[in-house]
């Protein structure tokens, strides 16, 4: 059964830091891995998307890497932002066909102003 | 234009009653999702529709019923609502067979259950 840990569950930096955000699986056979941002009260948004044979994604100030032997994916903020304050999703869909996204718990940043 | 729509965005409700949720997407995916995030904050899927055929149903109770009347739409009923049901559920959507398959998630809808 895969299981998806991320840590630390919540992190507080002053702003203009650059930061790193982890998540661990258990199970190496995957399809791909998303970063999703979440912000209170609303839904998920998609940040980066990984496909099981590529080793990083960037977009703007966030990269996202991933090392599937190893089974840890990093995401990577640069010059961070207050309003890059949310919880910080990881998922990996299975390597089976199934659709399904397994999620670990998420990483609550702050930015301090 | 929001992507997925899920309504309503609060339920408060008593024991043992039944309560739907609605959730439309308007881009053109084929498979859409019913996710739940406990109070732990962990979001793990219920269903999965593709092309309104039920593909995933992760062991959810059978007061749990989805209905796909096209593939634009998929609505959660809840029969019977116990106290264990508060969460919040996402609706989410995705297009298959495209390789990167990202998924767009509503805003969702906290239930309480009185």
């Known amino acids: 059964k895969q299981e998806v840990t991320q840590i630390p569950a919540a992190l507080s930096v002053p702003e203009g830091e650059n930061l790193v955000l982890n998540c661990s699986f258990t199970?190496?056979?995957?399809?791909?891995l998303q970063w999703f941002r979440q912000d209170p009260g609303k839904g998920l948004t998609s940040l980066l998307l990984i496909q099981s044979s590529q080793r990083e994604q960037t977009s703007g100030r966030l990269n996202a890497s991933l090392d599937k032997s190893s089974g840890r994916s990093t995401l990577y903020i640069a010059a961070s932002q207050p309003g890059d304050s949310a919880t910080y999703l990881c998922a990996v869909r299975r390597g089976t066909g199934r659709r399904a996204l397994t999620f670990g718990s998420g990483t609550r940043l702050q930015v301090q102003p | 234009d929001t992507a997925v729509s899920q309504t309503p965005k609060y339920l408060v409700t008593q024991m043992g009653n039944d309560k739907s949720i609605k959730c439309e997407q308007n881009?053109?995916?084929?498979?859409m999702y019913w996710y739940k995030q406990d109070s732990k904050k962990f979001l793990k899927i219920m269903f999965s529709y593709n092309n309104k055929e039920l593909i995933i149903n992760e062991t959810v109770p059978n007061r749990f019923s989805p209905k796909s009347p096209d593939k634009a739409h998929l609505n959660l009923h809840i029969n019977s609502l116990e106290l264990g049901d508060s969460a919040v559920y996402f609706c989410?959507?995705?297009?298959?067979?495209?390789?990167?398959?990202?998924?767009?998630f509503g805003s969702g809808t906290q239930l309480s259950v009185l």
């Open positions: 989410a959507s995705s297009q298959s067979g495209q390789g990167y398959e990202k998924l767009f």
């Open positions: 881009l053109g995916h084929d498979t």
């Open positions: 199970d190496s056979a995957i399809y791909n």
